[in-house]
């Protein structure tokens, strides 16, 4: 499987799980000397059941410490996206390129709080490979399955206080610690590409 950046749901499945559902700006419109580049992997085991691996940030990190997330982080100088994406996921979970295939990269998210334009890498192993992760960074490392993450009855809202108002966020129950923000962004066109890959294989129409 290859990605195709114009056949990528983007900001349709984004907006499901946007925690301000506000009109975020598209990457190529993202200009200034702050604006800075990250990368996440996200490994997808196609062992059944299908099933995505996540992270638990250190609670002691300064940014976004306590929350899921994928293995990623800031590239390096010299670094293309897909090394860094790499790079993080031997770091933080002892993943390496040889136990997975990538397939591309989804649509690059734009987080004006902290002015990163995350790149989310998909790739696809045919297990679950063992994880080592490194305590620093990483509390936790685990497996959920996509039919989880499809299923409706695991979205869920709460209150949230966000730039000094309080919000009604999304999030997925599939954890003791909600998955919300960015990550859940992520995790939504990822889902939307599976239900467009059963669709497909069942021969049904693909349906919004």
């Given at each position: 499987?290859?990605?195709?950046?114009?056949?990528?749901?983007?900001?349709?499945?984004?907006?499901?799980m946007d925690?301000?559902?506000?009109?975020?700006?598209a990457?190529?419109?993202?200009?200034?000397?702050?604006?800075?580049?990250?990368?996440?992997?996200?490994?997808?085991?196609?062992?059944?059941?299908?099933?995505?691996?996540?992270?638990?940030?250190?609670?002691?990190?300064?940014?976004?410490?306590?929350?899921?997330?994928?293995?990623?982080g800031?590239?390096?100088?010299?670094?293309?996206?897909?090394?860094?994406?790499?790079?993080?996921?031997?770091?933080?979970?002892?993943?390496?390129?040889?136990?997975?295939?990538?397939?591309?990269?989804?649509?690059?998210?734009?987080?004006?709080?902290?002015?990163?334009?995350?790149?989310?890498?998909?790739?696809?192993?045919?297990?679950?490979?063992?994880?080592?992760?490194?305590?620093?960074?990483?509390?936790?490392?685990?497996?959920?399955?996509?039919?989880?993450?499809?299923?409706?009855?695991?979205?869920?809202?709460?209150?949230?206080?966000?730039?000094?108002?309080?919000?009604q966020?999304?999030?997925?129950?599939i954890?003791?610690?909600?998955?919300?923000?960015?990550?859940?962004?992520?995790?939504?066109?990822?889902?939307?590409?599976?239900?467009?890959?059963?669709?497909?294989?069942s021969?049904?129409?693909v349906?919004?």
């Amino acid at each position: 499987m290859h990605l195709k950046a114009d056949d990528l749901p983007g900001r349709q499945a984004w907006m499901k799980m946007d925690p301000v559902r506000s009109r975020r700006p598209a990457v190529q419109d993202v200009k200034g000397p702050a604006t800075r580049h990250s990368a996440v992997l996200i490994l997808c085991s196609l062992q059944k059941p299908e099933s995505l691996l996540y992270t638990l940030r250190n609670n002691n990190l300064p940014n976004h410490g306590g929350q899921i997330s994928f293995p990623g982080g800031r590239r390096n100088e010299g670094e293309t996206l897909l090394q860094t994406a790499s790079r993080e996921a031997e770091e933080e979970v002892g993943i390496r390129p040889h136990q997975y295939e990538t397939a591309g990269c989804l649509s690059p998210l734009f987080v004006a709080a902290s002015q990163f334009v995350i790149h989310p890498w998909l790739a696809f192993t045919d297990d679950r490979p063992g994880v080592t992760v490194q305590t620093s960074e990483v509390s936790e490392a685990f497996w959920v399955k996509l039919d989880d993450l499809r299923n409706t009855e695991n979205i869920r809202t709460m209150t949230k206080s966000l730039g000094g108002k309080d919000l009604q966020i999304p999030y997925w129950d599939i954890h003791p610690v909600p998955l919300w923000g960015a990550t859940a962004m992520i995790t939504s066109e990822i889902v939307e590409i599976y239900h467009r890959y059963l669709q497909y294989k069942s021969g049904s129409k693909v349906t919004e």
